[in-house]
C-alpha cells in the first residue's frame, strides 16, 4: 500500500505534525544526500537461516565475551581490573558500542544510541569508578558524593519545548498551565521526592541505580503490577500537560507509552536518579558523542587485539571444560571457532536464545516475557544551527506535539563561545505502539526517502527554512533497541530466571536483564558476570558492585 | 464643498508626502553613511514607486472618494510610523535593507495615488484647465514648504522619529476631515470616521513617547554622524563622529567613546600591568579595538601581545581605520603585535603557552553563547593560561546597573580558584564600570605606573577598590556552565535600567 506524504507523516509522528508539517511544505527542493546506515536485516536473517558451518580449526582462550556493548566491554574491562591475561570479545558489528555506539563526521562526533549519563549520586559502584578512570571525577563535595568536571554537565539552556510555533524553556509546558495543572505537577513532585527518599528496614533505596541495588519489598515492587498511566488514574492525576511529561520520560527511556510500561519503572524514572530534595545533584553527563564516549574509554582501557569485530557469533555450546563457541566472519563468510574455559555472552535474550544450543532445541520459558521496542535515530548535518522562534536552541529540543522525542544537539558540549558553525543534530524516535512487531515492521518498511520526509517533517514546523542548511542525513533503525519495561516484568520471575549462569561455562550479561535499557544496568551486569567468571577461575578480587 | 479647505488638504498632502521621502533619504543616510548614494536611491525608489501609483489609480473605478480616504489613512499609518520602525530593524535586525526599500516602495505608490485620485473627485467641480494648475500648483508649493521646513526646523527641533510621527499625524488629519468634506460621496463615512480617530490616537501617543524613542536612539545611540557602518557574521559594527570625538558601536551597544576611553581602558591594563611579576607575554581577550593594546605598549619590557578577537571586521577597522589607529596609538601594527581571529575560549583550550598578564575584555554577559565566558568552566582555562605569578584582569559589567551581576563574576572567579580583588572606575559614557583582578595568589607591586596617564595615579588607584554602599558586595551564585546564572542576573538587572 502506498502512503501518501501526509499519511506518512501522520503514521509515524502523529496527525499533528502532519498538519503543521505539510502547511509549511514548500517548494520541493533536491533530496539530501544519506542513507540508511544499519544492517540491522541482513544479519538477522543469517541467523535464522538454517544451520550455519562450523570451523575446524579451534581457537583456544581462557575467556570469551560475546558482544561488544556496554555490557560485554564492561565485563572485559572487570576482568581486565583482575589481571586475567586471556580475554577476547567479538562483536558482530565494524564497530564496538552497540546500542552506545557514536559516529562522526568533519562537522562532529554524534552518537547512534545513548547519548548521556545521569551523574551518580554516590561515590561507589563500577559507574564512578569508570569515571574516575576517565578524569571526569573532579572530587568529593563535603558530604562525600561526587562531584564531576563541569564541562561534561549539560551545559545551559539544556532543554526547552516547541508548542504550536514557539520554544519555552524547560521540558514542562509551563505556558497556558492552569492552577489546577500546576498544583498537579507539584503533588507528583512532592510523591517524586517521597518515593526517592523512601528506605526500607535494611536500608536499601525504593529506587536504587542500578535496579538490582532497590527493596524489594512489597509496599513497592506491588507498583510493578500496574501500569504508569493506570497509577497516575489512581492517584488522581488528571493533567494532560502532567500525562504528557510522564509519557515523555516513559517514551524517552524506554521507547514505550506510559499505558505499556510499570508503574515502579515510571517512578523509577523520576526517584531513582535523585536525592529526594527534588533536585539531581549534578544533573546530566554528556559528550558530544554521546555514551559512545564511555564505551571509548571501556574499549581502550583493554589490551590491543582483544576486541574482534564483524565476528558474528551464532552457537554457543556448554561442555565439561567450557564452552565451543562458533562463529562467522561477517564480512567474508568464513567460520570461526573457538573453545573458551568461560563465556560472557553479553547479548539480548531474543539473540541469547537463538544462539544457546540447548535453547535452540528447547525454548527458554522466560523468552516470552522480553519484549524489544524498536527506535529510529537520524543525524541530520547542518550548515548552521537551525533559526528558531522563542527560547534558543538547547542541548536537548522536543516536539510538544509530535511522537519524536526531537534532537540532541552534539555540538551542544564542544567548548566554544562561537555557535554559529555547523552542527549534527540527532533525531531520535522511539516506536512506542502498542504491538511491537507491526512498529518493528513498519520501522524497517520506511524506506530513505521515507525517513527523509519524515525528519524534515518533524524539523520543518519548529525550523522554517531548515531543508536548506541540511547538508546530511543518515538513519539507523533499531529493530530490539530497549527492552520494555512492561506491567510486572520487572519484579516477576522470567527476569530473574534469564539472569542464571547456565552451567559453571556460561554466564550472561545484558541492559535487558535489570528490565531498562540504561548504561548502568548494562555495565552492572557486564561486571557481575566478570566477577562470576573471577570465582569460576579463582582468581581472587574484592567485588567492584 | 469649500475649495479652500480642498486647497488646504493638497498642500497638506504635498507636505507630507515630501517629508517622509525625506525622512527616509536622511536615515539611510543617518544610518548606512555615504548620503549621495543613499539620498539618489531612495528619492529615485521614491519618484518610481509615485509612478507606479499614479498608473495603478486607473484601476480604481467605483468609490474613488472612499479609496481616497483609505489611502490617507494608509499614508499616515506607514509613513507616520516609517522612522520609528526603519531604527527599530537597524537595530534588532540584519534587515534593514529590505526594510528600507520596502518602506520606499509602498509609502511611494500610495502617495501616488493621492493626486490622481483627488483630481478625478474634484473633475465635477471645476473646469479641467483650473483643476490641473491649482492642484498642481499647490503641490510644488507644499513640496517646497517641506524641503524648507526639513533642515531648517523640522529635524533640528523634533529629530527624525518625530517629525515622520508628525506627518503621520498631518496625513490622519486630512483623512479625517474628508469625511466631511466628501461626506455625500462616501458610502458609509462613520466607519472611517472611527479608524481615523484611532489612527490619530495612536500617532499621537507615538509622538509623544517619540521624545523618549528619539533621545534613545538619536541621543544615546547615534546622537552623532554614522561615519562607518558594517555588518559582520558576527556584529553590526557602526562607527560615529560628533563635537566630542567617536565611538564605536557594536549591535547598538556603546564600546567606547573617543572622549572618555581612557577612563576605562587606563583601569582596565594598568593595574594588573603593575602587579604581574613580569609583563613579558600579554594576552588580550576581545578587545578587537586595539585600545587595551595601546595601554599595554606603554611598557617597554612587553614582548608580545597576543590579541584573541573573534571578529575579523572589528580588527580590520581597528588597523585600517585612520582615526581608529591613531586612536589606539596603531597598537594593532606594532612589531609585537599578533592578532588571532578566534574563538577565545577554543584558543584557551587548545594551546598551553602561558601568559604573564591577562586582559579578559568581553561584552557583557548578554547571552547564553557569551555567559559561556564568564563561568568557572572558562575561568578554570584561563587559570592554566596564566604563568604562577602572571595577573589576570576581568571586564565585569557595572556594579551600580547590575550589581549582583559584578559580585556573581567576583564570586565565579573566586570559585575558579582565584585570589580576586574588585575595583571600579566612573566612565561618564557608561557609567560606573567594575573589574576584577585575579591572580593565583595574591600579588605584589611590582613596577611604577608608565608616564602619560591622565586618569590613573597611585592614589586613585587605591581609591578604586573602595565600594560605596550601593555597590557593595553581595551574595551571588557561582555562574557555571550548567546553570549560566549570570545570564538571568544580567537581563534582570538591567531591565530596571532600560
Ligand atoms: C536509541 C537509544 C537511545 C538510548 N539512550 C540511552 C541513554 O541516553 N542513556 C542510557 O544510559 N542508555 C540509553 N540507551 C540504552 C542502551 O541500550 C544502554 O545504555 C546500553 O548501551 C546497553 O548495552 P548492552 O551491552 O547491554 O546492549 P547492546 O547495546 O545491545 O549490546 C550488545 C552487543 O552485542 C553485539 N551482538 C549481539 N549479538 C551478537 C552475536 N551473536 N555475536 C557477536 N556480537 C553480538 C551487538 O552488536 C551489540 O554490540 C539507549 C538505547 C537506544 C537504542
Known amino acids: 500500500m502506498e502512503l501518501t506524504r501526509r499519511e506518512l507523516v501522520a503514521a509515524f509522528l502523529g496527525s499533528a505534525v502532519a498538519a503543521s508539517a505539510c502547511k509549511r511544505e514548500s517548494a520541493p527542493r533536491a533530496p539530501i544526500p544519506g542513507a540508511v546506515v544499519d544492517r540491522a536485516v541482513e544479519l538477522g536473517h543469517r541467523l535464522r537461516g538454517g544451520p550455519l558451518p562450523r570451523a575446524e580449526a579451534v581457537e583456544p582462550v581462557d575467556v570469551l565475551v560475546v558482544g561488544g556493548g556496554v555490557a560485554g566491554l564492561s565485563a572485559a574491562w572487570r576482568l581486565k581490573g583482575a589481571g586475567v591475561k586471556d580475554v577476547r570479545v567479538v562483536e558482530l558489528e565494524a564497530e564496538v558500542g552497540g546500542t552506545s555506539r557514536s559516529g562522526r563526521n568533519a562537522v562532529s562526533a554524534f552518537p547512534w544510541g545513548a547519548h548521556y549519563l545521569p551523574a551518580p549520586l554516590e561515590d561507589r559502584g563500577p559507574v564512578v569508578r569508570l569515571l574516575r578512570e576517565m578524569g571526569a571525577v573532579a572530587g568529593v563535595d563535603a558530604q562525600g558524593l561526587p562531584t564531576f568536571e563541569e564541562e561534561l554537565l549539560i551545559q545551559e539552556p539544556d532543554e526547552r519545548l516547541f508548542y504550536q510555533g514557539h520554544w519555552y524553556e524547560g521540558l514542562y509546558l509551563r505556558v497556558g498551565a492552569t492552577p489546577e495543572d500546576l498544583a498537579e505537577l507539584a503533588r507528583f513532585d512532592a510523591r517524586m521526592n517521597a518515593f526517592a527518599a523512601a528506605r526500607d528496614a535494611k536500608g536499601r533505596k525504593a529506587f536504587a541505580v542500578p535496579t538490582a541495588l532497590s527493596s524489594d519489598d512489597a509496599e513497592w515492587t506491588a507498583l510493578d503490577a500496574l501500569s504508569m498511566a493506570e497509577w497516575l488514574t489512581r492517584e488522581g492525576f488528571r493533567s494532560a500537560r502532567l500525562k504528557w511529561l510522564v509519557d515523555y520520560a516513559c517514551r524517552d527511556d524506554y521507547g514505550a507509552v506510559s499505558e505499556h510500561v510499570s508503574a515502579w519503572a515510571g517512578i523509577w524514572y523520576f526517584a531513582a536518579r535523585q536525592n529526594g530534595q527534588g533536585e539531581r545533584s549534578e544533573g546530566f553527563l554528556s559528550w558530544p558523542e554521546g555514551n559512545g564516549r564511555l564505551v571509548q574509554q571501556l574499549a581502550s582501557s583493554l589490551p590491543p587485539g582483544a576486541v574482534s569485530r564483524d565476528v558474528l557469533a551464532h552457537t554457543v555450546t556448554p561442555g565439561e571444560q567450557g564452552c565451543r ?79 519524536s522525542l526531537g534532537y540532541v544537539v552534539a555540538t551542544h558540549q564542544l567548548l566554544r563561545q562561537d555557535e554559529r558553525g555547523p552542527t549534527v543534530l540527532t533525531w531520535y524516535l522511539p516506536m512506542a505502539g502498542a504491538d511491537v512487531k507491526a512498529e518493528r515492521e513498519k520501522a524497517l518498511s520506511a524506506s530513505y526517502a521515507d525517513w527523509e520526509a519524515l525528519v524534515m517533517a518533524d524539523l520543518r514546523p519548529a525550523h522554517p527554512g531548515i531543508s536548506a542548511q541540511a547538508q546530511r542525513l543518515e538513519v539507523q533503525r533499531w529493530g530490539h533497541a530497549m527492552v520494555r519495561p512492561t506491567p510486572g516484568f520487572v519484579w516477576g520471575p522470567e527476569r530473574r530466571a534469564a539472569a542464571q549462569s547456565l552451567g559453571r561455562h556460561l554466564h550472561f550479561a545484558h541492559t535487558d536483564l535489570g528490565g531498562l535499557a540504561l548504561f548502568e544496568e548494562a555495565n552492572w551486569f557486564g561486571v557481575k558476570a566478570a566477577e562470576r567468571v573471577l570465582a569460576e577461575l579463582d582468581v581472587r578480587s574484592e567485588s567492584w558492585l | 464643498m469649500n475649495k479652500t479647505l480642498l486647497y488646504i488638504t493638497v498642500i497638506v498632502i504635498a507636505t507630507c508626502g515630501l517629508v517622509y521621502e525625506l525622512v527616509v533619504g536622511a536615515l ?234 581612557y577612563r576605562y581602558h587606563e583601569p582596565l591594563v594598568h593595574p594588573a600591568m603593575i602587579r604581574a611579576g613580569k609583563v613579558e607575554h600579554v594576552l588580550i581577550l576581545g578587545g578587537g579595538d586595539g585600545l587595551a593594546a595601546r595601554e599595554v605598549l606603554r611598557y617597554p619590557e612587553v614582548r608580545s601581545v597576543t590579541l584573541v578577537d573573534l571578529d575579523p571586521a572589528i580588527t580590520g577597522l581597528a588597523t585600517r581605520y585612520d582615526e581608529l589607529a591613531r586612536l589606539n596609538g596603531h597598537s594593532m601594527t606594532d612589531g609585537r603585535m599578533r592578532v588571532v581571529n578566534a574563538d577565545a575560549m577554543r584558543f584557551l583550550t587548545e594551546g598551553t603557552q602561558r601568559y604573564d598578564v591577562v586582559v579578559v575584555d568581553f561584552p557583557d554577559p548578554n547571552n547564553f553563547a557569551l555567559g559561556k565566558l564568564y563561568t568557572t568552566g572558562f575561568y578554570k582555562l584561563l587559570k592554566k593560561r596564566l604563568s604562577p605569578d602572571g595577573v589576570a584582569v576581568v571586564q565585569s559589567t557595572s556594579p551600580l546597573f547590575a550589581r549582583q551581576s559584578f559580585w556573581c563574576v567576583e564570586a565565579t572567579l573566586k570559585a575558579a580558584g582565584f585570589w580576586t580583588q574588585p575595583y571600579h572606575a566612573l566612565v561618564p559614557s557608561f557609567g560606573e564600570w567594575g573589574y576584577v583582578l585575579v591572580a593565583h595568589e595574591a600579588p605584589g607591586f611590582h613596577r611604577p605606573l608608565p608616564e602619560g596617564l591622565r586618569f590613573l595615579d597611585m592614589a586613585t588607584l587605591e581609591a578604586l577598590s573602595q565600594f560605596p554602599p550601593d555597590m557593595g558586595p553581595m551574595p551571588a551564585e557561582v555562574n557555571r556552565l550548567n546553570n549560566q546564572v549570570l545570564v538571568h542576573y544580567y537581563e534582570a538587572e538591567w531591565r530596571r535600567w532600560n
Open chain 1, 325 to 403: 563457541v562458533d562463529a562467522l566472519d561477517a564480512r567474508t563468510g568464513q567460520p570461526r571457532a573457538f573453545q573458551a574455559r568461560q563465556v560472557v555472552l553479553a547479548c539480548p535474550r531474543f539473540i541469547a536464545a537463538h544462539v544457546v544450543e540447548p535453547w535452540r532445541r528447547e525454548r527458554p520459558s522466560w523468552l516470552g516475557a522480553f519484549s524489544y521496542a524498536p527506535w529510529v535515530v537520524a543525524n541530520l548535518t547542518l550548515s548552521s544551527p537551525p533559526a528558531s522562534r522563542g527560547f534558543p536552541l538547547a542541548w536537548d529540543n522536543v516536539f510538544y506535539e509530535s511522537r
Open chain 2, 28 to 261: 539611510a543616510s543617518y544610518l548606512l553613511g555615504d548620503s549621495i548614494t543613499q539620498f539618489s536611491t531612495v528619492i529615485g525608489g521614491y519618484l518610481f514607486a509615485m509612478g507606479i501609483g499614479s498608473y495603478l489609480s486607473r484601476y480604481i473605478d467605483k468609490g474613488v472618494a472612499q479609496r481616497f480616504v483609505e489611502v490617507e489613512l494608509a499614508v499616515a499609518l506607514l509613513g507616520g510610523l516609517c522612522a520609528p520602525l526603519l531604527f527599530l530593524t537597524f537595530t534588532l535586525t540584519d534587515l534593514f535593507h529590505v526594510a528600507l526599500y520596502g518602506s520606499v516602495i509602498v509609502i511611494g505608490t500610495l502617495v501616488g495615488l493621492e493626486i490622481p485620485l483627488l483630481l478625478r473627485i474634484l473633475k465635477d467641480q471645476l473646469k479641467f484647465k483650473d483643476l490641473v494648475s491649482q492642484v498642481l500648483s499647490l503641490d510644488y508649493l507644499g513640496a517646497l514648504a517641506a524641503s524648507v521646513a526639513f533642515p531648517l526646523l523640522l529635524v533640528p527641533k523634533l529629530g527624525l522619529v518625530r517629525t515622520s510621527l508628525l506627518f503621520g499625524i498631518l496625513n490622519a488629519g486630512v483623512g479625517l476631515w474628508s469625511t466631511w468634506l466628501l461626506a455625500p460621496l462616501l458610502g458609509n463615512p462613520l466607519r472611517l470616521r472611527v479608524k481615523a480617530v484611532l489612527l490619530t490616537v495612536l500617532l499621537v501617543v507615538g509622538f509623544v513617547l517619540g521624545d523618549r524613542l528619539t533621545t534613545f536612539y538619536e541621543d544615546q545611540l547615534y546622537a552623532d554622524d554614522v561615519v562607518h557602518a558594517s555588518s559582520s557574521p558576527y556584529q553590526r559594527i557602526v562607527l560615529t563622529r560628533g563635537k566630542r570625538g567617536f565611538s564605536l558601536f557594536l549591535n547598538g551597544n556603546l564600546q567606547f567613546a573617543s572622549i572618555d576611553e
